[in-house]
């Protein structure tokens, strides 16, 4: 089975472009950076699987479209699998995979193979570190929230902790933990600057 995945970027790119929340084109590719050099770790895995759930991780989250809408989105993404030359098996693979990825349903996700793993800590990796903390500022600003203000919990900052800071230990990989690590100390730093600069 050939896979053209150019044929799903093309799709994604139409998805994502206008996006203002941080889900925009550019997390997605580098999404499917990161999940590469994690997989490139596991030659037992399937890169196709890794590539093409990594282009559709957020078509059918729930922060994108509305909830009636999902049914008609997931049937859109097995479209554009089959599309691109991929049987209904590998497809309904996909699915599960971009189903079972989410941070806030984590507690209710199915778990996931090699693959969904992979995907699953290049998309946290990207929430944390300085590209997330400016997607972070992106999506408060986008859904009104402000930057910071002290006893809120529904300010941007406060994500940091409902989240964010959260990430590095769900990670899943040895390479991907690395990865987290590292971010998680740079937003650590910041917040103690911004603390400082807030004069907290």
């Keep these: 089975m050939t896979i053209d995945t150019s044929k ?12 203002s929340t941080g889900h925009d084109t550019a997390h997605i590719f580098r999404v499917l950076d990161t999940a590469k050099k994690i997989a490139f770790h596991y030659p037992c895995c399937d890169i196709d699987l890794v590539i093409c759930a990594a282009l559709l991780h957020d078509i059918a989250d729930h922060k994108l479209i509305k909830e009636d809408e999902k049914t008609s989105v997931l049937e859109k993404m097995r479209h554009w699998i ?20 989410s941070f806030s349903s984590r507690k209710t996700n ?20 300085a590209i997330g ?5 992106a999506y408060g600003g986008a859904k009104g929230r402000c930057i910071y203000s002290k006893g809120s919990t529904d300010d941007t900052v406060s994500h940091f902790y409902d989240k964010l800071l959260k990430i590095k230990d769900l990670i899943n990989t040895p390479e991907g933990k690395e990865l987290a690590q590292n971010r998680h100390d740079f937003m650590l730093s910041f917040l103690d ?6 004069d907290v």
């Design 133 to 137: 903390i400016a997607r972070a500022f």
């Design 82 to 101: 089959k599309n691109a030359g991929a049987d209904d098996s590998f497809a309904e693979k996909v699915l599960f995979i971009c189903q079972n990825i």
């Design 193 to 198: 600057e911004l603390y400082r600069e807030c």
């Design 8 to 19: 799903i970027e093309k799709q994604v790119r139409i998805f994502h472009d206008s996006d």
């Design 110 to 129: 199915a778990p996931l193979p090699l693959e969904g793993q992979i995907v699953q800590d290049a998309d946290r990796i990207d929430a944390i570190g």
